[in-house]
């Protein structure tokens, strides 16, 4: 198996899922707003220290996505470069290489990044890095999303990936369709299928390989703001049937991103869905689902460091649990 086809698998492994903690500067400032704490280079560092150093997380965490202001920070008693310290542990730094959104339209949004991005994937590769990230937001709304602002993407996603492999990184590709707003569930499901349809359109048009590729989408829900909220089993029922319809057995594993959903749904949902025979792993790829209770118990206070890995790893145990159908 090539290096590539192994890291996606080992990404995805039954058990582990992976830690999403690349947040922006602006949106990491948001997160400690919602703590009363001022975000610094230096808080950020702490926090990120906190969660990192939990004890026993490489049992239940694969991989964890960094921003790149984190990647070159450390570990702050040992003063090793957290790339280093991460893969000391077993767990696989992966790094977030898009560059944010831009406007396709008055209400659509396209992801940018490409330029430049080889460069900066050989240096990541240097540094440590064995995947990557790239997140393309898709809209629901009234007449969005457009097919051409969902091609556009997907284009995105497609070079995006190729670029990753060719650094030998496994590119990790999220095609969000956001879970705000009044939609229906089964709106969800017909904008998730439209937008997965095109992304393996443009993986196969750029000669990605499937192997080595983890994909990571959002789970089929009622939109938050809409008046009937689907159960579990029937966000399950239909993630995986929306899935089984487009994604080739090819790839290793499916890594969902939480998207605001509460920390029980996330995990119930994905212990839900994996009570289905499928093709590939399904397992967590969660920023806030896995970190809400931590930064809430953590307030921005040593003295609550415990506490807060303790609810850290809480999470991260049920997840892993959840990989399992274990819960
Ligand atoms: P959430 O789980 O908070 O949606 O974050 C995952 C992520 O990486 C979004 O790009």
Known sequence: MSELHAVAHKMVEK?????????????????????????????????????????????YISGI?????TFHQSELSSGIKFPEYLSSKNIIPGIKVDQG???FSPYEKLTKGLDGL??????????????????AVITPGDSIPTNDCILANAK?????????QQANLVPIVEPEVLMDGVHTIDESFEITSRTLKMVF????????SLQGIVLK??????????SYQASIEEVAEKTVNCLSAHVPSEVPGIAFLSGGQSDEDATLHLNEMNKYETDWNLTFSYGRALQQSALKA??????????????????????????????
């Open 15 to 59: 058990g582990k899922g992976i830690l999403a903690a690349d947040e922006s500067t602006p949106t990491c400032a948001k997160r400690f707003a919602s703590i009363n704490t001022d975000s610094t280079t230096e808080s950020r560092n702490f926090y990120r220290n906190m969660l990192f150093t939990t004890e026993d997380i490489e049992k």
């Open 65 to 69: 996505i960094l921003f790149d202001e």
């Open 101 to 103: 959104l831009e406007d």
């Open 118 to 135: 080889s460069e900066r994937l050989g240096k990541y590769y240097a540094l440590g890095a064995r995947f990557a990230k790239w997140r």
């Open 156 to 164: 995105n996603l497609a070079k995006y990936a190729k670029k990753c």
């Open 201 to 208: 359109d443009q993986l196969d048009e750029h000669n990605v």
């Open 217 to 226: 989408p959002n789970m089929i829900l009622s939109g938050y703001e809409c």
């Open 298 to 327: 953590w307030s921005g206070k040593k003295e609550n460091v415990t506490d807060a890995q303790e609810a850290f790893i809480e999470k991260a145990k049920a997840n892993s649990l959840a990989t399992v159908s274990g819960l």
